[in-house]
């Protein structure tokens, strides 16, 4: 009779020590599970940028550069999502300036919307480019998005994943402190990541050198990773502590070109494991050198730029390639090349079309060729033989040279800052620099072929 209950509480026992095994095992799957996340790092978006090279150009591939900034994005957030990431990143430069076009911010809270239904939160760091912009002060964001004090470094909490971010906003564009030595130390407990926008002591090519700092600086902060941007190629700059440059999202010029990309970072048991390029380009911008020193006709160049073109972009996986082409080589087409500008650019994009309305499309030909001999190009025994001794006793007259500078000073000076890094002309170069015997002889090469033409 008495060892009824005993049995009883035996199987009690057992149960709860079952129960409790279960429940422990279970934790520390459950545990397991939330020490693994991946987040987004991306930033240097600029939507909605204004696009060099697009006046007056029709047609789908024109609409596709146009809108190429919005597509990124929104294929980064849909990325986002279908991969459930934990958060996004986002360290500057999300607009574009002085824009006051409101439809831009609209298409962007459209986005953080996407990502609020997924409970995905988006911390935003304001660049230089966002401090100009008048969205920026207006515009009422949705509740998942964190966006980073200007006055002074402020940290968010992560708790779920145990995440501490660190940043600080610009609050004006010309911003030339380092703000970076005033972030807050490591969050013991937490993987701490900075969210910083910064050229890095301006050794990165030619980016405005805001917010200075070095990369020892930031190694020895203390934070597990440094989420940065302003610098648009892409890269690792230190490994453990990570410093990365997300670079921008979508190339917007040849300046740009080559595969850009978001960075998705692994996490596991508070420590990085992984970091992968997240491509969502939708027009990648590509230097194509054609030579063309066996060709014979002038079909015979168009014919080798249609060649050239079809064989890369078969590895472009469906994106428009946005190409600049230099004709190079030594041709006794020289002349005629560089006579018929207008109809040589004309004639390359056409022959882009012909592979496919959205497969390519042509910025810009470059004529780098040079003449097979002087006699090539003058060659009827007339007066126009007389030229090349002119234009050589006028590069050394010091009185022309004079008022050459004078009169292209204005123009050089008046050159916007980005016309002056992008110079592929010769002549527009030797201006720049000053090199007013450069310019003499660039012109007299290219009155040369235009009379040679001529007089064919």
């Known amino acids: 009779m008495n060892s009824c209950p005993l049995e009883f509480s035996g199987a009690r026992f057992k149960a709860r020590c079952l129960s409790a095994i279960f429940m422990f095992c279970l934790s520390l799957c459950w545990n397991n599970d939330m020490s693994y996340f991946q987040f987004i790092h991306t930033g240097d978006i600029h939507l909605d940028s204004p696009l060099k090279g697009l006046s007056g150009q029709e047609g789908p591939a024109a609409e596709r550069i146009r809108t190429a900034t919005r597509t990124a994005f929104e294929d980064l957030v849909t990325q986002a999502i279908n991969g459930q990431v934990a958060f996004m990143v986002i360290a500057g430069d999300l607009y574009d300036g002085d824009w006051r076009d409101f439809q831009t911010g609209l298409f962007f809270v459209r986005q953080m919307g996407r990502l609020h239904a997924a409970n995905i939160p988006a911390f ?189 972009t078969r590895n472009a996986e469906g994106r428009l390639l946005a190409c600049r082409i230099q004709l190079s080589g030594t041709t006794a087409l020289h002349g005629e090349l560089l006579a018929s500008g207008p109809q040589l650019l004309a004639e390359a994009r056409a022959a882009a079309l012909a592979l ?38 006028a590069a050394d007259d010091a009185d022309l040279q004079a008022e050459i500078a004078s009169d292209l000073g204005d123009v050089v000076r008046r050159l916007p800052h980005d016309a002056a890094l992008d110079i592929d002309d010769p002549l527009l170069e030797a201006a720049i620099n000053k090199d007013f015997g450069a310019v003499i002889e660039q012109a007299g090469a290219y009155l040369s072929a235009r009379l040679a033409a001529e007089r064919r």
């Open 124 to 312: 935003v760091l304001h660049g230089n480019h966002d401090a100009e912009s008048q969205i920026t002060k207006r515009l009422t964001l949705p509740d998942n998005v964190q966006v980073f004090a200007y006055r002074k470094s402020q940290t968010f909490k992560l708790e779920d994943h145990r995440v501490a971010l660190h940043g600080q906003s610009f609050r004006m564009q010309a911003t030339t402190d380092n703000l970076a030595a005033a972030y807050p130390p490591p969050v013991k407990g937490y993987f701490n990541i900075g969210v910083l926008h910064t050229a890095l002591g301006g050794t990165n090519g030619p980016h405005e050198n805001y917010a200075p700092c070095t990369l020892d600086e930031l190694v020895n902060k203390g934070y597990d990773y440094w989420a940065l941007a302003h610098v648009h190629q892409g890269g690792v700059l230190h490994e453990h502590p990570h410093v990365v440059f997300c670079g921008n999202l979508q190339s917007r010029h040849i300046r740009e070109a080559g595969a850009k990309s978001a960075q998705l970072i692994t996490v596991q048991d508070g420590a990085l494991q992984g970091i992968e390029p997240v491509h969502t380009d939708v027009v990648r911008w590509i230097y194509l050198d054609v030579p063309v020193g066996e060709c014979v006709r002038f079909g015979d160049v168009i014919d080798q730029i249609k060649s050239i073109i079809g064989k890369v």
């Open 356 to 393: 496919g309305e959205e497969v390519a499309w042509i910025e810009r030909v470059i004529n780098a060729t040079r003449p097979a001999s002087a006699v090539s190009i003058l060659s009827d025994g007339s007066a126009i033989n007389d030229l090349p001794v002119l234009l050589a006793q």
